[in-house]
């Protein structure tokens, strides 16, 4: 059964996997072809492995957080704190992520990803405020 008091968000399975397919195409496609451009096979395999696999869940996690921020009505005035605390979320766990799995050789291409996945989904997503849309 629906709830009809809450206006309908702006976030959806649908959205998630329009924001989801780019923050792994692009990033993967972009590092492939300058390692093809430069005839590095160490880049061409981290560009679909590591470089697109981290933007990937870094966008999804944060799909995930601005999701629950906007039910939860957080961060809703001040966006870019709430933008800023996921993107050094982001940076943080694919720190840990590097250190858990002894991937140090692989750390800047995760961290770089993390932090640019999160940073294009929350500049680019809104977050609704519900409390001004019944006033």
């Known amino acids: ?3 009809r008091d809450c206006p309908p968000s702006d ?3 649908r959205l998630l996997m329009v924001a989801a397919i780019p923050a792994y195409v692009f990033p993967a ?3 492939f072809i300058s390692a093809f451009v430069l005839q590095k096979t160490d880049l061409m395999m981290a560009s679909y492995t590591t470089i697109g696999l981290s933007s990937l869940l870094s966008t999804i996690l944060s799909f995930i957080i601005l999701w629950q ?3 939860r009505q957080i961060f809703v005035r ?6 800023l605390l996921i993107i050094l979320l982001m940076i943080g766990l694919g720190m840990l992520c590097t250190s858990l799995f002894k991937l140090q050789s692989e ?3 995760i ?3 993390a932090f ?7 500049i680019r997503q809104h977050i609704k405020n519900y409390k001004n849309e019944k006033n």
């Open 29 to 31: 496609l972009m590092s």
């Open 78 to 83: 001040k966006k870019w704190i709430g933008s």
């Open 69 to 71: 921020f906007e039910l």
């Open 116 to 122: 640019l996945g999160a940073t294009i989904l929350t």
């Open 111 to 113: 961290i770089t990803s």
């Open 1 to 3: 059964m629906k709830n």
């Open 11 to 13: 976030f959806s399975l």
């Open 107 to 109: 750390r800047f291409n």
